[in-house]
């Protein structure tokens, strides 16, 4: 499997990145916090400078430019008072791929979970760059954590993708505490607010997770993606061969061959979606579920929808 290399989203159909141009035109990446940055971007800053966007009046001090004076306030006031707009400034969204052994593993009929967290940080990232902003990813695997330092140049997109590919044929890292991991660094590694995407697979949110997740809420915009597995009920497993992640013979194929095993299978995957769901909304941070490319823009479009009503 390759990656073209003239785009961050040759890892998508001419449909999904026509998903994609729909997503963005409807949901930019913007930031709940202002961000600190000097350069310039789509974001309102902690700074105050010239853009579009009005902040507030204040009078007149001597070296003011007078072409910022509102004159209109001014006749009103009775004192020269000077308009001031809100600076644009560039933002950082941070990918953390939590790199585990079941990344291996399928999503769904056609497509790995690795592929799928390609697929995710190629919308993602498509939309910051067209934005002006940077990319940087954190990502764990077999030897350890890695990361990417921000960038805006699409051929290091590309590589970060090639990196979350490769998962595929990876046995993944066996840190218990992956999650907690790949949170400290990417949290470490953004020293300004930025939006930080966290990519986990299906599993329970245990309290040391929800404490990360707490704490990089703090300072950043927060989303997680879940990568979820197909439902044991699911008629097109029937009479598959079903492999384990570590490449041995998996308990699921004794389960999908009862009815009884396969609905309390399917009951108890839908009851851990649930309490994953709760915990995430109970913290405050918005939170996608995917099992499909095709299903991908959308739910991160209603992911970013929620974050910023939050």
């Not at 030897?143 to 990417?148: I, K, N, P």
């Not at 990876?170 to 907690?180: I, K």
């Not at 108890?268 to 649930?274: E, P």
Request: a neutral charge.
């Amino acid at each position: 499997m390759t990656v073209a290399t003239t785009t961050s989203v040759g890892v998508l159909s001419s449909r999904e990145r026509a998903l994609i141009q729909a997503v963005r035109s409807r949901v930019p990446l913007a930031l709940r916090r202002r961000v600190e940055s000097l350069l310039d971007g789509d974001h309102d800053s902690v700074h105050v400078g010239r853009s579009l966007d009005f902040n507030d009046l204040r009078a007149y001090a001597p070296g003011d430019d007078v072409k910022d004076v509102d004159w209109k306030a001014t006749a009103r006031r009775g004192e020269l008072l000077i308009r001031r707009h809100v600076a644009q400034r560039q933002a950082t969204l941070m990918v953390g791929m939590c790199g585990t052994p079941t990344m291996r593993g399928w999503s769904d009929m056609d497509v790995t979970k690795a592929h799928l967290a390609a697929v995710v940080t190629a919308i993602m990232a498509q939309i910051a760059v067209d934005h002006g902003d940077r990319v940087a990813m954190v990502c764990t695997g077999p030897d350890g954590t890695s990361s990417w330092r921000p960038t805006v140049r699409l051929p290091q997109v590309e590589r970060m993708l090639h990196e979350i590919i490769e998962f595929e044929t990876a046995s993944g890292s066996q840190d218990p505490h992956v999650v907690e991991t790949v949170l400290a660094t990417a949290t470490n590694a953004m020293r300004r607010p930025g939006l930080l995407l966290l990519i986990r697979d299906d599993d329970d949110i245990t309290s040391a997770q929800a404490n990360a997740l707490s704490r990089a809420a703090v300072r950043h915009d927060v989303i997680v993606v879940t990568l979820t597995d197909m439902l044991a009920t699911d008629r097109r497993l029937a009479g598959r061969a079903i492999m384990a992640a570590d490449g041995g013979r998996s308990v699921m194929e004794e389960v999908l061959g009862d009815r009884r095993l396969r609905e309390a299978a399917a009951s108890a995957q839908i009851d851990l979606a649930r309490r994953s769901d709760a915990m995430l909304d109970d913290l405050g941070i918005a939170h996608a579920r995917v099992q499909t490319v095709a299903e991908a823009p959308e739910a991160l479009a209603m992911a970013l929808s929620r974050r910023g009503r939050r």
